[in-house]
């Protein structure tokens, strides 16, 4: 199953498929990106991250995927289990003057069907 | 589990009472941040604490007012809040607040009930 973040707030996948979540970033001066998952009554955990100077990075069953020209971010999970479900979040990183500021998706709600 | 621990979990309290959030880390995070986060959104920055002083303040209403007493610990004093204020509130930390490649970790947050 596949969504665009900004705009299919909600995803549902079968157990052991994959899941791919998207997401539309809005700053091409963005040098930092990263993946939060977060369950119902729980704040956001780190899933993963990658530096603007590289394309793709894997973590454990998760890939995150950069895209700069099109300024997009995928979160592949695969063989996605009923764990997964939550609210996930993408996040960019950039300098905003003096300060570094992060820019948050809307999110994307993944739901695991048994 | 989380190493960024909030207290409490959740709080119900009048308009007219003082209460406080409490938040400590121990992963020697040097940077310490609050959000408020509302159902089904993203959570929106508060304020940040670099080396324990404030160094943003979205402008948020007076009625909340942070504290950063030590490295590990960082609370937000309420004090008249209004009913609109009900909403969860994360605590996170980073290693450096203006370093690159810094992800945020966060604690579970504590639900926060206006009456």
């Known amino acids: 199953g596949e969504s665009v973040g900004l705009h299919l707030p909600t995803l549902s996948v079968q157990e052991g498929d994959n899941s791919i979540i998207n997401c539309a970033y809005s700053?091409?001066?963005?040098?930092?990106f990263i993946w939060y998952k977060q369950e119902s009554g729980k704040g956001p955990q780190f899933i993963i991250d990658?530096?603007?100077n590289m394309d793709k990075r894997q973590g454990q069953r998760v890939t995150v995927l950069l895209n700069k020209t099109v300024k997009h971010l995928s979160l592949q999970i695969a063989a996605t289990q009923p764990g997964d479900s939550a609210v996930y979040f993408c996040?960019?990183?950039?300098?905003?003057?003096?300060?570094?500021?992060?820019?948050w998706g809307l999110g994307t709600s993944l739901a695991v069907n048994p | 589990d989380t190493e960024v621990t909030q207290t409490p979990k959740h709080l119900v309290m009048g308009m007219t009472n003082k209460k406080s959030l409490k938040c400590e880390q121990h992963?020697?995070?040097?940077?310490m941040y609050w959000y408020k986060q509302k159902a089904k959104k993203p959570p929106e920055l508060m304020f940040v604490?670099?080396?324990?002083?404030?160094?943003i303040n979205e402008s948020v209403p007076s009625r909340f007012s942070p504290e950063c007493p030590n490295s590990s610990l960082l609370n937000l004093h309420l004090h008249a809040l209004q009913p609109e204020d009900s909403a969860l509130y994360l605590c996170?930390?980073?290693?450096?607040?203006?370093?690159?490649?810094?992800?945020?970790?966060f604690g579970d947050g504590t639900r926060l009930s206006i009456l």
């Open positions: 996170a930390s980073s290693q450096e607040y203006r370093g690159p490649n810094q992800p945020q970790h």
């Open positions: 992963m020697g995070h040097r940077a």
């Open positions: 604490y670099s080396y324990e002083k404030l160094s």
């Open positions: 700053n091409s001066a963005s040098d930092y």
């Open positions: 990658i530096r603007s």
């Open positions: 996040a960019e990183s950039l300098y905003a003057g003096n300060n570094r500021k992060l820019i």
